[in-house]
């Protein structure tokens, strides 16, 4: 099956993962369901010296997926003397590449805000014993 249905004289067609990127929701961050297989992905890339996946982390500021599928993230570390500072962006670049469906992918390494433990979720908190 091509994803497509003839009724008649008219094809309809069921949008494919690239037409969905066609249509970005009304925040503008791109389509919601490849938004979120790019969050599972990331959720696999943990910081070494943290035992915790850097989305739940709070390393992740921003995900934006564009029209055409092509994703930038914005990133930081936990510290501007990080040692993975050379490595982890290129494996958050890698994991959100890995996603089907997902164009060039863009990591951007920002300081501002800095990171602090206020943008862990509550399931790394609960992980690290902090609540």
Not at 19 to 38: H, K, M, V, W, Y
């Amino acid at each position: 099956m091509d994803g497509s249905e003839d009724n008649g004289n008219q094809k309809s067609t069921v949008p494919n993962h690239t037409q969905i990127c066609d249509e970005p929701e009304a925040t503008g961050n791109g389509n919601s369901n490849l938004r979120n297989d790019i969050i599972a992905a990331l959720r696999e890339v943990y910081d070494p010296e943290i035992p915790l996946n850097v989305y739940d982390l709070g390393l992740i500021y921003k995900i934006s997926v564009r029209p055409n599928c092509d994703v930038s993230i914005d990133m930081t570390l936990t510290s501007p003397n990080c040692p993975v500072a050379g490595s982890l962006p290129g494996e958050v670049e890698s994991a959100a590449q890995s996603v089907d469906g997902v164009g060039k992918v863009s990591v951007d390494l920002v300081w501002d805000p800095p990171w602090d433990m206020d943008r862990m979720g509550e399931a790394a908190k609960l992980q690290l014993g902090l609540l």
